[in-house]
């Protein structure tokens, strides 16, 4: 147990030193895209559109759902080529090959929580007031970052058999962004609400309108978010470890 942490430890290290090995700006890029995506969106939904104009601070709301879904995004594309990219030391050594595709989401999930912690400053300097809901915070990175490794579990097996899965993800992740409420609050009567429930069965969806409650709003999540995100985790991560375990040994002769 203890090696597998160390295991797990030395290759999260590994995945952050190098990212950002010859990087002038290093861990500032994962704050960049999304701020650079923040600017385009609000452009578009309150210039051109004029779909944001009725939040206030639209740029801020958008930046709270941007910065866990590029994690939740950045995972899974990392995900598809963590065995791949490990030929030799998976071949080299016996260890729990799971923590290959989980490292890659501690990376990730690490560089959110310090862009997040930034997020709250420039909150705070626009005049909103932390409340105490942000304690249920913690709760919801956990259960994004568990059910976000029970995705990356399985990518991570099929890129092996199937490389398209690589490319699949990145048309899928596109679609799959629009169909979650990240440029736009559910409950506000922006879109129609028989979509609005069909999105709510979104697996992050649950886990967006917690961020937006708890930082943007500063209100305690509903409970619908709690129940889907808790119900979504555990059925995604249960799928991930079974058919990461039953496809290893064959994986490994794949390779």
């Given at each position: 147990m203890t090696g597998g942490l160390l295991l797990m430890k030395s290759l999260v290290e590994k995945d952050l030193k190098v990212r950002y090995k010859r990087s002038f700006l290093g861990f500032l890029w994962f704050l960049l895209k999304p701020l650079f995506s923040m600017v385009v969106y609000t452009v578009v939904f309150t210039r051109i559109l004029r779909f944001g104009g009725a939040i206030e601070h639209f740029s801020l709301f958008l930046l709270t759902g941007l910065l866990p879904w590029n994690f939740f995004a950045a995972s899974l594309s990392a995900s598809a080529k963590t065995l791949l990219d490990n030929q030799k030391l998976i071949r080299s050594i016996y260890f729990p090959r799971v923590a290959l595709p989980i490292s890659s989401v501690i990376a990730n999930a690490v560089h959110m929580l310090m862009a997040l912690g930034v997020l709250e400053i420039v909150l705070i300097a626009f005049g909103r007031t932390p409340n105490l809901s942000l304690i249920t915070l913690p709760f919801a990175v956990i259960l994004l970052a568990a059910m976000t490794s029970g995705?990356?579990?399985m990518i991570s097996v099929g890129n092996v058999y199937y490389r398209d899965v690589s490319q699949f993800l990145e048309?899928?992740?596109?679609?799959?962004?629009?169909a979650s409420?990240?440029?736009y609050p559910l409950g506000a009567g922006i879109i129609p609400e028989r979509m609005e429930s069909i999105i709510r069965f979104n697996p992050v969806a649950g886990a967006m309108e917690i961020f937006h409650s708890t930082m943007y709003y500063g209100k305690w999540p509903e409970l619908w978010a709690w129940i889907s995100l808790t119900a979504w985790t555990a059925v995604i991560l249960a799928a991930g470890l079974l058919i990461f375990k039953r496809m290893e040994p064959s994986v490994v002769k794949e390779l």
């Open positions: 995705f990356s579990m048309m899928i992740l596109l679609a799959w962004f629009y409420p990240i440029i």
